[in-house]
């Protein structure tokens, strides 16, 4: 795999990871009763940006290098992708 592909990868999964991550806990200011004048109060009470990024980058390490094992490895390679290609398609 090339490293430009390697990093594209990694910035997918980054992004997809960081989506999944970001409303878990996410306290609103209409749950805590301390809505601030000009802000609905679905916004974020406490949105605790800086730990959500730690554990995005932490956990989209860990799918990413379980995705480059999978290619490097051969496990799934594209003559499989064609065969589920073809299945798929008859």
């Known amino acids: 795999m090339p490293a430009f592909s390697a990093f594209i990868v990694y910035g997918f999964v980054w992004?997809?990871?960081?989506?999944?991550?970001l409303p878990l806990r996410l306290k609103t200011q209409g749950e805590m009763g301390e809505v601030?004048?000009?802000t609905p109060s679905s916004a974020p009470?406490?949105?605790q940006i800086r730990k959500k990024m730690i554990i995005t980058?932490?956990?989209a390490t860990?799918?990413?290098a379980g995705i480059v094992w999978?290619?490097?490895?051969?496990?799934?390679t594209v003559?499989?992708?064609d065969v589920i290609n073809r299945?798929?398609?008859s």
Not at 70 to 75: E, F
């Open 36 to 38: 601030t004048p000009g």
């Open 62 to 64: 860990l799918l990413w």
């Open 87 to 89: 299945w798929i398609h």
């Open 70 to 76: 999978i290619i490097l490895s051969g496990v799934v």
């Open 15 to 21: 992004f997809l990871t960081l989506l999944v991550i």
């Open 79 to 81: 003559e499989n992708m």
């Open 45 to 47: 009470s406490n949105p």
């Open 57 to 59: 980058t932490v956990v």
